[in-house]
């Protein structure tokens, strides 16, 4: 069955540190992968995805994600964190059916930043 | 600029009352969806709609269901509210085939 594990719940930074979110799946097939944001009392909004390619995706807000098949891994990036990207982060996976689609989506990482 | 609405943020209802949450789409989106979102879990899927009239069950469907009479809205139907249905509920929707989903603000709903 398809999942997706983000195994930190909660991670806090330094204003300027730089941010690894953590995302593993498990899928049969190629993935479809996606990191979306949600920002307090919004829905979710997304970053960035993978369907094929290079690996190294870029998203929106200077976050990036490296693809790697071999771990089943798909790790978001940012190089400096802002306050504003304090929020919660999901990671998803897609799954295909018989000419439907759905999404499964991690538990997600909620990331404080310190001043 | 894209748009999925939710007919209420916050909604407070008795256990046993029929609920109605509305989810509406300004993008002819083929598929839409309705999540629930819950603190340690994650969303969970109840139902989705690839097509007017069409219904999916997702992974959490009991107490729940849907109905897409026309392709912009989606609608979840709570038979008979009780207590463990509190919380947050979203509707997303995407174009087609394998895509980015687009959400709405989402609908708070306590049962009590």
């Known amino acids: 069955a398809q999942s997706v594990t983000q195994p930190d719940i909660h991670i806090t930074v330094s204003e300027g540190a730089s941010l690894e979110l953590r995302c593993n799946y498990s899928y049969g097939a190629t993935p479809y992968l996606f990191w979306y944001v949600q920002s307090p009392g919004q829905g979710l909004q997304l970053l960035l995805k993978y369907f094929s390619g290079d690996t190294l995706v870029q998203g929106i807000k200077g976050f990036e994600a490296e693809f790697k098949r071999s771990q089943s891994s798909f790790n978001l990036r940012k190089p400096s964190v802002h306050w504003s990207d304090a929020a919660e982060y999901f990671c998803a996976v897609g799954a295909a059916g018989s000419g439907t689609y759905k999404y499964i989506f991690g538990t997600g990482t909620r990331l404080k930043v310190l001043a | 600029d894209v748009k999925v609405t939710q007919s209420s943020r916050y909604l407070v209802k008795r256990t046993g009352e029929k609920v109605f949450l509305e989810c509406v789409q300004d993008?002819?989106?083929?598929?839409m969806f309705w999540y629930r979102q819950d603190p340690g879990l994650g969303l969970r899927l109840i139902y989705f709609s690839y097509d007017v009239k069409m219904k999916e069950k997702g992974d959490i469907p009991e107490g729940y269901s849907v109905s897409r009479e026309k392709k912009e809205r989606f609608s979840l139907i709570l038979e008979s509210a009780s207590t463990n249905q509190t919380s947050m509920y979203l509707c997303a929707s995407t174009l087609t085939g394998m895509n980015e989903q687009f959400f709405g603000p989402g609908t708070r709903l306590t049962v009590l």
């Open positions: 993008m002819d989106h083929e598929n």
